[in-house]
């Protein structure tokens, strides 16, 4: 394997036609290089996705009330009802595959009225209500401070969780916004956080507009009384969070005298469901895109063992020669797939960093002009990848020298010698 005069007559044998070799060359490394060339990009689209949701759970759901549809227990169509905090304490108590739920109410503004004032400045944002496990569902980074606890929900404390963007407008660049104060609709509330989306693009940009209170405070403040505006619940992991919904559905149908079939009284979103589309789609782009890659790369492939026959052929009396002085079939045969495993691999290693340099180079340009998006983040090549990318690439210059071997083992040496090319 490691003969040097061996490698040495496959070095000249390669050099003595450098134009064909380079032509040979060029379909493995065009094959090798679009193959990592589309997974980045597929990587690419896969990320930008997974950006723009974050780190929100993925078997999460979300459930609100709409207008019933359908007359029940003497109320009429079109009848307008609200979860209750009851609601709350019966959905965690009754279904035990709940593994976190959190009960969302939103304040007024935050939709061009402004409604925070800060010394001089004045602001619109969103107001927000939670509990402490809304973070568990759709955390945000906090970068300074805490989010909101158990004790501010036990004793309706006035404090606050701010997004970046309005510490941008509230406060100086330098200034420390812990334990300062903020009116919100006139009530004064002190800063415990402050927070960053993990999302990206529009949705970090509303996220970060936000100002997130103690859920049971934002009733208190709203005179909201015991209304709860929406749920977002996830499922324990070993469960799909489809069964959490359909029962928490039933349940409130139950509670608020809704018909069985109105399945439009009670709105809700299944993150698990749309995550699952979304991961279906991106398996079939990774199928897609090593069905069209190792097609390429097979032409390649194809192609060295088209021009390998045609060099067994040009080396018949040379071949004749090795034979007659005592060369084994065993060492033909190694000769030849050694020269072809040697195009291949070379060429492939060549394609491989030449795609994954020309990813680099494009994720460093999305970084510095800020390109990237919730379509197109981050391109780049899993090692595993690059090592079964790799392991093709040696089977696949075994598989192009051995048909030219096994022809060049099968001339006897006489017809050999008699070769006049």
Same mark, same amino acid.
């Given at each position: 394997m490691f003969d040097l005069d061996k490698w040495n007559e496959i070095y000249f044998a390669l050099k003595k036609n450098k134009l064909r070799t380079f032509f040979t060359a060029f379909g493995v490394f065009w094959g090798i290089f679009m193959l990592v060339v589309m997974m980045g990009a597929g990587r690419g689209l896969h990320n930008g996705v997974n950006m723009d949701m974050g780190d929100m759970a993925t078997n999460s759901m979300f459930m609100w009330t709409r207008n019933t549809t359908i007359p029940y227990k003497g109320f009429p169509r079109g009848r307008r009802y609200?979860?209750?905090?009851?609601?709350?304490?019966?959905?965690k108590s009754n279904i035990p595959e709940i593994k976190y739920i959190a009960a969302r109410l939103q304040g007024w503004g935050g939709d061009g009225t402004n409604n925070v004032i800060r010394g001089e400045r004045i602001g619109g944002f969103r107001i927000q209500g939670d509990y402490p496990d809304y973070n568990k569902i759709e955390p945000v980074d906090i970068i300074n401070g805490r989010f909101i606890?158990?004790?501010?929900?036990?004793?309706?404390?006035? /404090?606050? @969780?701010?997004?970046l963007r309005v510490y941008e407008e509230m406060f100086d660049a330098d200034e420390d916004p812990i334990d300062q104060y903020l009116q919100i609709q006139g009530v004064y509330f002190k800063v415990v956080g402050l927070f960053k989306s993990k999302k990206s693009d529009q949705?970090?940009?509303?996220?970060?507009?936000?100002?997130?209170?103690?859920?049971?405070?934002?009733?208190?403040?709203?005179?909201?009384g015991d209304i709860v505006g929406w749920y977002a619940i996830t499922?324990?992991?070993? /469960?799909? @969070?489809?069964?959490?919904?359909?029962k928490a559905k039933s349940m409130m149908r139950n509670r608020h005298s809704i018909h069985p079939d109105d399945d439009r009284a009670i709105g809700s979103f299944n993150l698990e469901v749309e995550f699952k589309k979304m991961t279906n789609l991106f398996n079939g782009i990774d199928a897609l895109i090593w069905i069209v890659g190792i097609g390429t790369l097979f032409a390649g492939v194809i192609g060295v063992s088209n021009i390998m026959l045609i060099v067994v052929k040009e080396r018949t009396k040379e071949i004749g020669i090795q034979r007659a002085l005592g060369a084994s079939p065993r060492d033909i045969i190694s000769q030849i797939i050694s020269e072809a495993v040697l195009l291949t691999t070379f060429a492939g290693y060549v394609g491989l960093v030449f795609g994954v340099g020309l990813l680099e180079l494009l994720?460093?340009?999305?970084?510095v002009t800020g390109g990237e998006s919730n379509m197109f983040a981050n391109p780049s090549v899993d090692f595993n990848m690059a090592i079964t990318a790799l392991i093709i690439l040696v089977i696949s210059g075994a598989?192009?020298?051995?048909?030219?071997?096994?022809?060049?083992?099968?001339i006897k040496p006489i017809d050999a010698l008699r070769?006049?090319?």
């Open positions: 609200s979860f209750q905090n009851s609601d709350t304490e019966a959905l606890n158990d004790t501010d929900i036990g004793e309706l404390r006035k /404090v606050a @969780v701010i997004g949705q970090a940009d509303r996220d970060n507009q936000q100002i997130i209170l103690p859920f049971t405070t934002l009733q208190r403040v709203y005179n909201y499922s324990h992991d070993d /469960v799909s @969070v489809s069964i959490v919904e359909e994720n460093y340009v999305l970084v598989f192009a020298g051995w048909i030219p071997a096994k022809r060049a083992i099968s070769d006049e090319l």
